[in-house]
């Protein structure tokens, strides 16, 4: 690069510089911060590096940061980093800019990783999902060789209204002005306030006040049978596994990985997976009439790895884990695995089909009970 024409070299202690001709000047004495810089002949081309470091747990921040500058015909060259030791950030960000001949174009590269949980932000674009993870008993199994990744799923809680009190205004009439007619008597309307017209501006508002009110009162007593209905359901009573006794709890209060158990004649709660049958032949008999119209009962069986099941307590001290596909609109597809740890990490390994499956709405017929996850 030759001999240096600025040669400056900057080091900074407490926010005070101390410049000197091709040496550096003072010493780095406050450990929350340190910056250097070094500059050579503008003609031969100029090279700067930043360093900033923090130590101070508090912040937790070190930034790096790298301009070189050859021939102004030839192009710049940047590189940034900002590395977050923060906990509380937990971030890591790099940026790359390099450009060539204005001419040519630039290009840049962005990167983000995030360390902390709460952000859950990386730079690689995450993998879509395609498939359910369930506990059992909601246990993991402890001989997995690896940790299984398992989402926080919602309850059972049962939703089909529109409205709530505090959203029901705006809500509704932003429905009804999306209609054609409502929306133009409420222009004509507006128009008729504005200007001298020889019509009185209530033709048109007294009939839309009228539509829009009765639109509006039909429609808030339909969600509030909605409401109704809803609550009813979910507050039926279920009776489910913890800690290996039966408890009663309520229909929306069942989680995901609960082992649920639905006597005869009841209706299934939530969509199950049949473990244990009171019938010796590990199976049960279903009506699926509230789901397509077939009044036929239809035979459903306990998959080979819970067939040789007696007691409720034999299905809470099993260890198991399914693998299923995510919920779709079709009834009759279902495909999965489970498996069963019994003491070692080589899991026993079952498939699943819909012959497995209880669906919700279905009715149990014929047998004194099931258990079902």
Same mark, same amino acid.
């Given at each position: 690069?030759?001999?240096?024409?600025?040669?400056?070299?900057?080091?900074?202690?407490?926010?005070?510089?101390?410049?000197?001709?091709?040496?550096?000047?003072?010493?780095?004495?406050?450990?929350?911060?340190?910056?250097? %810089? +070094?500059? #050579?002949?503008?003609? &031969?081309?100029?090279? *700067? =590096?930043?360093? !900033? /470091? $923090?130590? @101070?747990?508090?912040?937790?921040?070190?930034?790096?940061?790298?301009?070189?500058?050859?021939?102004?015909?030839?192009?710049?060259?940047?590189?940034?980093?900002?590395?977050?030791?923060?906990?509380?950030?937990?971030?890591?960000?790099?940026?790359? %800019? +390099?450009? #060539?001949?204005?001419? &040519?174009?630039?290009? *840049? =590269?962005?990167? !983000? /990783? $995030?360390? @902390?949980?709460?952000?859950?932000?990386?730079?690689?674009?995450?993998?879509?999902?395609?498939?359910?993870?369930?506990?059992?008993?909601?246990?993991?199994?402890?001989?997995?060789?690896?940790?299984?990744?398992?989402?926080?799923?919602?309850?059972?809680?049962?939703?089909?209204?529109?409205?709530?009190?505090?959203?029901?205004?705006?809500?509704?009439?932003?429905?009804?002005?999306?209609?054609?007619?409502?929306?133009?008597?409420?222009?004509?309307?507006?128009?008729?306030?504005?200007?001298?017209?020889?019509?009185?501006?209530?033709?048109?508002?007294?009939?839309?006040?009228?539509?829009?009110?009765?639109?509006?009162?039909?429609?808030?007593?339909?969600?509030?049978?909605?409401?109704?209905?809803?609550?009813?359901?979910?507050?039926?009573?279920?009776?489910?596994?913890?800690?290996?006794?039966?408890?009663?709890?309520?229909?929306?209060?069942?989680?995901?990985?609960?082992?649920?158990?639905?006597?005869?004649?009841?209706?299934?709660?939530?969509?199950?997976?049949?473990?244990?049958?009171?019938?010796?032949?590990?199976?049960?008999?279903?009506?699926?009439?509230?789901?397509?119209?077939?009044?036929?009962?239809?035979?459903?069986?306990?998959?080979?790895?819970?067939?040789?099941?007696?007691?409720?307590?034999?299905?809470?001290?099993?260890?198991?884990?399914?693998?299923?596909?995510?919920?779709?609109?079709?009834?009759?597809?279902?495909?999965?695995?489970?498996?069963?740890?019994?003491?070692?990490?080589?899991?026993?390994?079952?498939?699943?089909?819909?012959?497995?499956?209880?669906?919700?709405?279905?009715?149990?017929?014929?047998?004194?009970?099931?258990?079902?996850?």
């Amino acid at each position: 690069m030759g001999r240096p024409r600025l040669g400056v070299g900057v080091t900074s202690d407490n926010g005070a510089s101390k410049a000197g001709c091709g040496r550096d000047c003072g010493r780095d004495v406050n450990p929350r911060l340190g910056v250097g %810089v +070094t500059s #050579g002949d503008p003609r &031969l081309g100029v090279g *700067v =590096t930043v360093g !900033v /470091t $923090s130590r @101070d747990p508090r912040l937790g921040v070190g930034v790096t940061v790298g301009l070189t500058s050859g021939d102004p015909r030839l192009g710049v060259g940047v590189t940034v980093g900002v590395t977050s030791g923060g906990p509380r950030l937990g971030v890591d960000v790099t940026v790359g %800019v +390099t450009s #060539g001949d204005p001419r &040519l174009g630039v290009g *840049v =590269t962005v990167g !983000v /990783t $995030s360390g @902390d949980p709460r952000l859950g932000v990386g730079g690689s674009q995450r993998q879509p999902v395609t498939s359910r993870t369930v506990l059992v008993n909601g246990r993991p199994p402890e001989e997995a060789t690896t940790p299984l990744a398992i989402p926080r799923y919602g309850n059972n809680q049962i939703k089909t209204s529109k409205y709530t009190w505090f959203n029901f205004i705006p809500k509704n009439l932003f429905e009804q002005f999306r209609r054609i007619a409502n929306f133009y008597f409420l222009v004509v309307s507006v128009i008729q306030l504005t200007i001298e017209s020889p019509v009185s501006p209530m033709t048109s508002i007294l009939p839309l006040v009228i539509v829009v009110s009765v639109t509006a009162v039909k429609q808030a007593y339909e969600d509030w049978l909605r409401h109704t209905e809803d609550n009813k359901i979910n507050n039926v009573s279920a009776t489910v596994l913890r800690q290996g006794k039966a408890t009663e709890v309520r229909n929306q209060d069942i989680m995901v990985g609960d082992v649920v158990k639905v006597a005869d004649e009841e209706g299934f709660p939530c969509d199950l997976l049949l473990l244990l049958s009171s019938n010796p032949e590990a199976k049960c008999e279903v009506t699926t009439a509230n789901l397509d119209g077939e009044t036929n009962l239809k035979t459903f069986v306990c998959p080979g790895e819970t067939e040789h099941l007696q007691t409720p307590e034999d299905l809470w001290n099993m260890t198991a884990v399914v693998e299923c596909q995510l919920p779709h609109a079709n009834l009759y597809d279902f495909k999965g695995a489970l498996q069963v740890f019994r003491g070692n990490s080589h899991a026993a390994k079952t498939p699943l089909a819909t012959e497995n499956l209880l669906l919700r709405g279905a009715r149990l017929r014929n047998t004194p009970w099931v258990y079902g996850e």
